[in-house]
């Protein structure tokens, strides 16, 4: 072998064993776009590598990646592409003359998509002897990539459509194959002064069809026997030369041609169908069903295409003789048959009854009182029904048959035990105007509609008892409500009265519990400082207003209205909190009933919906449309009370329309339980809550805090009351 000695002296002097290689430069090229373009690549979990361009002019490194791995590596001019999954932290690099450089720490993050520069300096000093290099690299690019490349008979694997092969000097045979292409093959020669490089560009060796068909489209469409699609229908990529191609569809015979498929082109046939079906018209009595060969098709009259051929046709109808004949439909004929009326099937009742004199109903319809023997009574199953004033009516499912008589004796229950209750007790009942007592009281009264009432320090209340049914005592409950429980001062009016007993009815009980309030994660990027730390409450029950206060309300109470959006129903607003505990001294005066503002922990609570909250961002929903007044929707004024969604304990416009003051003066949150909170000693200003008609939909969150002093009036500023 012939050859010559070079030394080389490089950077530094080592042994032929030792380490020659480092890192003189690593750094991020933020232009670079390599790795979001064509030439980039994706890890296991589909995230976009980074790219590493290893700038060095040695050939033969080896690259051992960390526990992440290694996606690939493509040699470019003058520098190695490392793919590298995000998160990768080191690398070794193995030379078989140059030695090891292992564990190299990457000096930046490697992140998703981006590219790096790592800069290698090598350096040795060492005899070697260089021989002549006696082959050359062939350079194969095939299109379509995933063409398969023979060298020399070999089989050579291709990366993105190319391969790369060191071979011998001299003459060389290359095959390129491809499914669906025409093969191409030959010879190249390949010398020593450059490489040799080829470019295979595979003819295609198919085509398509399109497929028609005509008077109708819908029908399906089979290629070389396999199901390929509907009409109208472009097929995938097929391979040239001749196809089958079969057009089927229900009421046509079935077409088939053959079409000849060339190279790039596309094969258009329409496939024309013949009819296989006549036209078959039916009637019968309007309520019979119209049946083909068990095929329920209509009633009382079809038509319709079916196939050549012999069908059975039918007129059914319940507890009636079936009228079944068969009929011959021939291709391109209409038939017209009519079916004569299936004709009823009889059997009879004998109806008495205890009492005597009972109504008869079959069915629904009426036939007279008993005892009573109906003829013709359609055989099946039918509903008879017994009623009489003073009595429970009694219904019975019979079954009748053909000619027979089927007798039957009923009893009609003639009362029942009730139980009358109220919400206390020593209250005077009367039932359909007689005094029966006081309740809780029991007694028996007759089937049918009573009038109940039951009267209280000068409160009645009324109700209707429908006693029905056969089992079991009936338990009857009336409700006087909280108004009841009024005690009324001498001064008060009657529109006083009637105004105020409807606020006390309309207080809705809130049943006490354990919840977490403040900035809970269903408020997501909404919250805000003031409404941490989360902390847990506990509450006793308590009773809440189900409407904010309207200015009707007010006005009883306090003789005026300060509203600037004037309406009877409408909340009031332009109160001071110093204005609402005025008016609550003044309704305790006039009612005798312990009202309120709530408390912050209390007005939350129930705006999350008490133990029946589904963790709403607001007072009954995700959707603050549905529940609230804000600043997209108002349009820039006040609505009346209750005409948005309630929410889980249905209390009305907890979020929106109007801030409500609360009875907290404002402070930071603990991090502890409180049971029954109040808020802070001292303060100076005070806590008002729900958002109103002029914020953003983000203010008027469950969670949400506001506050200002005692004194402070404003149009979007109102209240709604407790009673405790």
Not at 429 to 444: M, N, T
Request: charged letters at 25%.
């Amino acid at each position: 072998m012939r050859g010559r000695f070079i030394i080389l002296f490089l950077l530094f002097a080592v042994g032929v064993s030792a380490q020659q290689i480092a890192v003189k430069s690593f750094r991020k090229l933020d232009s670079d776009l390599s790795a979001r373009g064509r030439e980039g690549r994706t890890d296991q979990n589909g995230d976009r590598c980074a790219i590493i361009k290893v700038v060095t002019t040695e050939n033969g490194f080896v690259f051992e990646p960390d526990a992440l791995g290694l996606v690939g590596s493509v040699r470019k001019t003058g520098e190695i592409w490392l793919y590298v999954p995000y998160g990768a932290k080191r690398l070794t690099i193995k030379h078989d003359r140059l030695g090891v450089l292992r564990d190299y720490l990457y000096p930046e993050r490697i992140e998703k998509a981006c590219v790096y520069e790592m800069v290698l300096t090598t350096g040795r000093v060492v005899t070697t002897v260089e021989e002549e290099i006696g082959g050359q690299w062939l350079v194969i690019t095939a299109d379509p990539r995933g063409a398969t490349v023979y060298v020399d008979d070999v089989y050579e694997a291709a990366t993105e459509g190319m391969v790369q092969k060191f071979v011998s000097f001299g003459r060389h045979t290359y095959r390129v194959e491809h499914a669906l292409y025409h093969s191409e093959a030959g010879q190249l020669e390949v010398k020593a002064d450059q490489k040799a490089e080829l470019q295979v560009k595979l003819k295609p060796a198919f085509g398509y069809i399109e497929v028609n068909s005509v008077p109708e489209s819908g029908a399906r469409v089979l290629i070389d026997g396999k199901e390929a699609g509907i009409t109208p229908y472009r097929s995938e990529a097929l391979a040239s030369g001749e196809h089958s191609v079969e057009v089927l569809k229900v009421l046509y015979q079935p077409v088939r041609k053959i079409v000849t498929v060339k190279d790039g082109e596309t094969a258009q046939t329409t496939m024309e169908l013949s009819a296989n079906y006549g036209e078959l018209q039916l009637t019968t009595a309007a309520a019979a069903e119209l049946w083909v060969n068990n095929e329920r098709k209509g009633k009382g009259q079809w038509s319709g295409r079916l196939n050549a051929g012999i069908y059975v046709v039918e007129a059914r109808q319940p507890s009636h003789r079936t009228v079944r004949q068969s009929v011959e439909i021939k291709a391109g004929e209409t038939h017209t048959l009519t079916l004569a009326d299936p004709q009823p099937i009889y059997g009879m009742l004998n109806i008495s009854s205890t009492p005597g004199k009972a109504t008869i109903r079959l069915n629904g319809i009426e036939y007279g009182r008993t005892p009573l023997v109906i003829k013709e009574v359609l055989v099946g199953k039918q509903l008879l029904e017994l009623s009489k004033p003073g009595c429970a009516t009694v219904c019975q499912e019979v079954m009748v048959e053909e000619g027979k008589v089927l007798p039957l004796q009923l009893t009609l229950p003639s009362g029942r035990n009730v139980v009358i209750r109220t919400d206390g007790e020593g209250d005077s009942l009367y039932v359909d105007g007689k005094a029966v007592g006081v309740s809780p009281q029991q007694l028996e009264l007759a089937y049918g509609t009573h009038l109940v009432r039951a009267q209280r320090q000068g409160h009645s209340i009324e109700g209707e008892l429908k006693v029905a049914g056969k089992e079991g005592e009936i338990v009857f409950l009336l409700t006087f409500g909280l108004s009841a429980k009024a005690k009324w001062a001498a001064s008060v009016t009657e529109k006083q009265k009637q105004v105020l007993s409807r606020l006390i009815d309309h207080m809705v009980k809130v049943e006490g519990g354990t919840f977490r309030m403040g900035a809970t994660p269903e408020q997501g990027h909404f919250i805000t400082l003031n409404e941490q730390p989360v902390h847990t409450v506990v509450l006793s029950d308590y009773y809440i207003g189900q409407y904010e206060i309207t200015q009707t309300e007010w006005e009883v109470v306090m003789g005026s209205n300060p509203a600037l959006f004037k309406g009877e129903n409408y909340p009031v607003e332009r109160v001071s909190r110093t204005d609402c505990e005025l008016f609550i001294r003044r309704l305790k005066d006039l009612t005798g009933l312990n009202f309120n503002l709530p408390t912050e922990a209390q007005w939350e609570y129930a705006a999350r919906g008490g133990k029946k909250s589904r963790g709403f961002l607001y007072a009954g929903s995700n959707s603050p449309e549905t529940v609230a007044w804000y600043t997209d929707n108002s349009p820039g004024h006040t609505h009346a009370v209750g005409q948005k969604v309630p929410n889980e304990l249905g209390l009305y416009d907890m979020s929106g329309n109007v801030w409500e003051w609360c009875r907290d003066i404002y402070g930071d949150y603990p991090s502890q339980t409180w049971v029954d909170p109040t808020g802070p000693a001292r303060g100076e200003k005070y806590v008002f809550r729900g958002g109103c008609w002029n914020e953003e939909v983000g203010n008027c969150r469950v969670a949400l805090r506001n506050y200002w002093t005692s004194d402070y009036r404003h149009s979007v500023l109102g209240l709604r009351l407790v009673l405790e």
